[in-house]
């Protein structure tokens, strides 16, 4: 049962390294709920098999578009600081590889939105509203 849940973690712990965290200045963030807060407090929400299920399945889904885009993020990123490394730098060209950049994450963020959108829609009401008071109990 906990294997299920290593690919939400993963997902999770790479959809918010750089990202904002929610609350007050995060007007977004503070209306989704991330994979792993559901995943901590399950039994306590009243998350049924069917939830827990396509929730995993959201997150299994996700994390195959992810891991791709973090390779091309990482060689879109390697030739950018390649193109700094000359001693004049081509403006055009580092703007272009920067565009190509800029493309890889906001495919990374789609996903990732995609993915808490689709999770909030399976939680009722009450789940919700748990989930929020238990976001203001965390450190």
């Known amino acids: 049962m906990r294997l299920l849940w290593i690919p939400i973690l993963l997902v999770a712990a790479v959809a918010h390294a750089d990202g904002p965290k929610p609350g007050n200045d995060d007007p977004i963030g503070a209306r989704l709920f991330p994979p792993e807060l559901i995943m901590k407090h399950q039994r306590e929400l009243g998350i049924d098999d069917k939830q827990r299920d396509t929730i995993v399945a959201e997150v299994q889904?996700?994390?195959?578009?992810?891991?791709?885009?973090?390779?091309?993020?990482?060689?879109?990123?390697?030739?950018?600081?390649?193109?700094?490394?000359?001693?004049?730098?081509?403006?055009?060209?580092?703007?272009?590889?920067?565009?190509?950049?800029?493309?890889?994450?906001?495919?990374?963020?789609?996903?990732?939105?995609?993915?808490?959108?689709?999770?909030?829609n399976l939680l009722t009401e009450s789940q919700r509203s748990k989930l929020m008071e238990l976001r203001k109990e965390a450190p």
């Open 61 to 120: 889904k996700t994390q195959a578009q992810i891991v791709p885009l973090q390779w091309q993020m990482q060689g879109a990123s390697e030739a950018m600081a390649k193109l700094l490394d000359a001693p004049r730098i081509d403006e055009a060209k580092v703007l272009a590889q920067a565009d190509k950049v800029m493309a890889i994450e906001r495919d990374f963020k789609r996903a990732h939105l995609t993915l808490l959108i689709r999770i909030r």
